[in-house]
Each structure stands twice: as C-alpha cells, then as structure tokens.
C-alpha cells in the first residue's frame, strides 16, 4: 500500500467548505482483478449522492474502503479535508462513518434492542437503548418491537433493524447499501423523505447505493455510476433520466421495467375485488363452461400453522393459469416465504388441497411438488437455492443428479456437457462449468438456478423474490425469461415485493395480507392507492389518514 493512503495530516487545508468524504484515485485489486480503477467520489454534506453500477461493478468495494473493511492499494481519503487512515469500522465509526449494509449482520438469538447495543462501551442501561430504538423508528417510519428476537422476524423487519442500529450512533457520513431490498414502496417513500429532512437540517452526507433507478432519481442530488471498476459518468440526478442512467451501467441501451410504481405514483382506476375461497371442483365446472383452459395451479382453502401456532398462510385461494403470469404483493412477512417453502414440498399444510394440472399433490412430501412439475426460484438463492462452494455443473444438477448415474456411478463426461449447453443457453458467465458458484456475480448465480429449475420443463414455475439484488441488466433478463416461460404455456407465479416488477410482468395481481389473499384486480391502470391500502392494512378503502409507513408497518406478521 502506497504512503498516500497510510498517511494522516492535522486537518492542513480544511476548510469549512471541505467536501464531507473525498476518495481520490481509489484502487483495489484481488489478484488479477481491478475491483476499483483509480475510482474518484465526492460527497457533500446536505446531500444524497447515487451510486450505480452493475453487480461487479466496484461500488460496494469502493464503500467497504470508506468504512474501513477493505484497504485500498493506492488512493487517498479525506474527511472534512483531511487525509486519513481508514484501518477497520471502528475507527470509520470514530470518525461519523456509519453503514447500512445490505446483508444482514445481525445476532439471530438477541432481541432488536440488543443487537443495537452491540458494539457499546461502557455501563449499559436496556431501558435507555429500548427508548432510543422506539424514538428512531417513529422518526423514520420504521415501527418495531425493540423486545422482539431477531431470529422471529421477516427479512423486511430485519432491515429496520439494521437501518436503526446505523443511525442510533448519529453518524454525520452515511452508507446505504440496498437499503430498501426489503421495504415496501410507502416505507422506502417515508424513509427517503425523513431522510432528506435530516440531511438538510443537520448536515449529514449520504452514498446511497441502490440497483433501483426510480429510487436513485427520487432520493439524490446528485449520482456517480461505475462499470468493471471504473467511473463512466457522473452527473447532478437533475440532469439525468432512467433510460440513460442504465445505458451508463451496462454500456447499451436497456428495455427498462414499468417505473411508474415508484413511491406511490397514481396510475388510475381499477376494481379490487375480494377474493373468496371457493371449491376447486365447483370452479372447475365454471371454467370448463366457459370453454377456457383448467388451471395448472390451484390452491384452495391453504391453512398453514407456524411451531408457534401463527396462521402463516389462513384459507388462502389462488389459481395460476396455463400462460398466465400471477405478481402476489404484499409487504414482506405477510406470508410469502410460506407461499414459496409450500410449493417447494417444504411446509406442510393443516388444511386445504394442492392441484396441479387438475390432480392433488401432497404438501409436505419430499419431492411431491417437483415430482408434479412445479419448479421453485427462492427468494434467498444462498440459502435455499445454491451451494456456493460446489461448481456450476453441481448447482446445475442438485435437483436431480441421479439422471447422471448408472449402477451407482456418475457419468462426468455428460453433465458436463449439458453443463455446458446450460450454460451457452441462458448466458451464464463463468470462467468453466466447473468454477466455484462463488465467483460468479449474483446476476449469474441467479441464472444457474433459473436453468436448472426450467431445464426439467415445468408445468408451473414459482418466481419468488427473483431479481432482488440484481443490476438492471439481470433484471431485463429474468424479466424476459419469465415472459418466454409463460408464452411456452407454462403458468407462473410471481412472488414479490417489487411492485413495479409485478406491474410490468403480471397479467393479475393478488394481495397478500397476514397470510389471507385480500384482494385482487387486473395489471391494467393499476390505482396504486388502493393496492398500497390492501397491501399495509388489509382494506381496500382508509378508514382515517396515518402516514404511509404506519399503514405498511401493520402489515407485519401477527404475534
């Protein structure tokens, strides 16, 4: 490392109009690799300030050399003007740097109360951190019981509890990675604009990083974008537009996703329905006298019960036609990760019956749901849906490796070879089939698992969650790949909570609230008032006015 970096001055040549946070001339290599190319960013204090890039792209590099995770081979940092040595968070944090990161680094067993205490010195006093945690969460809209175990909440809470445990320490210099991965619209919309209001009024200089271009052009004043370790552009956000925005992340131009969901934006009109629980055999009769197609998924009257006796899923009804797209919304914890461990043989069911392709499938049979066609895209792919230390070739075949095998023996040669073609058809990038899962970018990860799960032909594919924390290129992609399935005439269910995302792909949309299917209405002009009420409250109409993170906030799990 290079003295520059190592090197601290006594604040020579800071002035009170010192940028926040200078990085001048970061670079990092991992091995042959330039992770940041003599990258340079500037943040200023009262401002929001966008980083865009491509997974790979360096930015998170990049912000993990500001808070002191990763030392830069050469480069300089000032603060306030000041040259610094950044050596670990520790000192990042002495010095009011603080950082949300975008995956979790919390003590599962520990309350929320005590996961944001971690890290305090001296004489501890649980009342007072239970307070400040409280006071935090009404600021920011981001209600949450400070006594609740960590291991017990949905990932959306978790993030608040993330979020809180950041700011509890007042940091002036502030990193937000992904911050609103897990949010729904109307908290990620009350939190930018607390935020704004806090940076405004004391000061504070934000990086905001985020692959959601809407939320980058709604949030900042101004934005750097980074392609393969480099600064391709920076530019104040009033000078941009989304179209262009993503030209600069991928190098050509991009088909953008439905943008009009952001925060809120009304779209119109459209009449919700509530979604009764009927009897598949009677529907059945409706839709064969109607001359249309059966469904290929059915579920009817689902009852799904915790360890803790919580209705994870409650007389829940849904139908997924063949060719048909279904977007399931809700705000997270409402029972979607329910939905999605269902149909992957995971979760049994206290009441209720599966159909696929008009015939009962067991719930909670080992393989039942795969062995009928319904092929899963996890919401979390590293936690159910790769292993990251075997090879692409292994991902690719976890499924069903015994097609590989005779007498007992694999067959090397032949998956690597459809390995290979696997590989050639949904445009993986990877130095071999046989490289580390690892290495891969998390666009490509995602790829391997939607091949392996298509690769078996299914009659149903269950997407959930799939293009969170992807770039903008991999989302075009996966979008695309969802259309083709379902113009195959496979029927898909969309499970997310990215509401543009099921604003452009869905041809119905179906409200997910505290486990019960509430609501239900066609994707054409859409009115996202009354979704955003169904999706935070359960009602199609607001019976008083509260602020949109309250409402979102009640759509929490019931305790």
């Known amino acids: 490392m290079t003295d520059d970096v190592g090197s601290t001055t006594g604040g020579a040549g800071t002035t009170a109009a010192s940028p926040a946070v200078e990085l001048l001339g970061i670079t990092k290599h991992f091995g042959q690799v330039a992770a940041c190319d003599a990258v340079d960013l500037t943040l200023r204090r009262g401002q929001i300030h966008g980083v865009l890039g491509e997974n790979g792209a360096g930015k998170s590099t990049l912000m993990k050399v500001l808070i002191g995770l990763v030392l830069p081979d050469r480069g300089q940092i000032r603060i306030d003007g000041e040259i610094v040595h950044i050596a670990d968070p520790v000192e990042a944090a002495a010095r009011g740097i603080g950082m949300v990161h975008q995956h979790f680094s919390l003590v599962e067993p520990l309350t929320v109360w005590e996961n944001v205490a971690l890290g305090d010195v001296g004489r501890l006093t649980p009342k007072r951190v239970r307070e400040r945690v409280v006071a935090i969460s009404d600021q920011y809209g981001l209600e949450i019981d400070p006594d609740a175990r960590v291991s017990d909440l949905p990932a959306g809470m978790r993030q608040r509890v993330e979020i809180i445990k950041c700011l509890r320490r007042d940091p002036q210099i502030l990193v937000f990675d992904e911050p609103t991965s897990v949010l729904s619209p109307a908290e990620s919309q009350f939190l930018f604009e607390t935020l704004r209001r806090v940076v405004e009024i004391e000061g504070k200089a934000v990086a905001l990083v985020s692959h959601k271009l809407a939320e980058i052009m ?155 066609r319904i092929a899963v895209i996890p919401e979390d792919r590293h936690d159910s849906g790769v292993i990251l230390d075997m090879s692409v070739t292994e991902n690719l075949f976890l499924a069903d490796p015994a097609r590989f095998s005779r007498r007992g023996f694999m067959n090397p040669k032949r998956m690597r070879a459809e390995a290979d073609s696997l590989i050639a058809e949904f445009g993986i990038v990877c130095s071999s089939a046989s490289a580390p899962l690892w290495s891969l970018s998390g666009g490509n990860q995602q790829r391997v698992v939607l091949a392996r799960e298509l690769s078996h032909r299914p009659k149903v594919l269950v997407a959930a969650q799939p293009t969170r924390g992807l770039d903008v290129g991999a989302i075009e992609y996966m979008a695309e790949r969802l259309r083709a399935a379902a113009s195959s005439g496979v029927g898909v269910l969309l499970i997310s909570t990215e509401l543009e995302e099921i604003l452009e792909l869905a041809d119905r949309i179906v409200v997910l609230y505290r486990g019960r299917l509430v609501g239900e209405m066609t994707r054409a002009d859409v009115d996202l008032e009354r979704l955003g009420l169904l999706m935070g409250t359960g009602r199609a109409e607001a019976e008083h006015a509260t602020n949109p993170a309250s409402a979102a906030a009640a759509g929490g799990p019931s305790r």
């Open 218 to 372: 709604y949030a900042t004043d101004e934005i750097t974008i980074m392609r393969q370790g480099r600064v391709v552009e920076s530019l104040a956000t009033s000078e941009a537009n989304e179209a262009g925005l993503a030209r600069a992340m991928v190098g050509r131009d991009v088909s953008l996703r439905s943008e009009r969901a952001a925060f809120g934006l009304a779209l119109g009109n459209v009449a919700v329905v509530t979604a009764p629980a009927e009897q598949p055999h009677a529907e059945a009769a409706v839709i064969q006298a109607a001359g249309k197609p059966l469904p290929l998924l059915e579920l009817w009257g689902i009852g799904v019960i915790d360890r803790d006796g919580r209705h994870l899923l409650d007389e829940f009804s849904l139908t997924v036609g063949p060719g048909e797209i279904v977007g399931v919304a809700g705000v997270e914890g409402n029972g979607q990760r329910a939905l999605g461990d269902l149909l992957s043989s995971l979760l049994h069911t206290t009441v209720g019956t599966v159909l696929v392709d008009g015939e009962p499938v067991a719930a909670g049979v080992a393989g039942a749901m795969a062995r009928a």
